[in-house]
């Protein structure tokens, strides 16, 4: 095998993981901490499956969670993460979230789904690292960057 028909294999296979993966950057904002949570649920919807919960206000699923954690980075990062798991597990998308107790350190809720039998696009992870949120002080509000790997 030549090295052209290397090169040129190695290019097909990029161009593959090209079109079947692409990356989400989402921006939230909310005029409280608990309207990031709330924004950041429904765009996680969005991306599953378009206009899913604009379409349903009886929802087929509810979960409690309970969640602490270092700071509020982390805190949202260990929501969306355990968001993420409980809609792979379940075949649920969440919409909705009741918000019971929410800190810097702790948020317990409730969160509300619709059972789905296939998703528009798979969220095949959250990307921690790149998860940003933070008080504007000056416009009251809070605001931040979300990104995801899709898979489409």
């Known amino acids: 095998m030549s090295n052209l028909t290397i090169l040129r294999e190695q290019n097909r296979r990029l161009r593959l993981f090209q079109v079947r993966k692409s990356y989400l950057k989402i921006k939230i904002q909310g005029r409280l901490l608990q309207d990031i949570y709330r924004n950041s649920i429904c765009e996680m919807a969005e991306i599953l499956k378009s206009g899913i919960c604009r379409d349903h206000k009886h929802y087929s699923s509810f979960v409690s969670i309970s969640i602490n954690a270092k700071n509020h980075q982390n805190l949202l990062r260990k929501f969306l993460n355990k968001i993420l798991g409980l809609t792979v597990a379940?075949?649920?998308?969440?919409?909705?979230?009741?918000?019971?107790?929410?800190?810097n350190t702790k948020l317990v809720a409730q969160v509300f789904g619709v059972w789905v039998s296939e998703f528009d696009d798979e969220i095949i992870a959250f990307k921690e690292d790149n998860c940003r949120i933070q008080e504007d002080t000056f416009k009251d509000s809070w605001g931040g960057l979300l990104h995801f790997e899709v898979k489409k």
């Open 90 to 103: 379940q075949n649920t998308i969440f919409c909705s979230i009741n918000i019971h107790e929410l800190t």
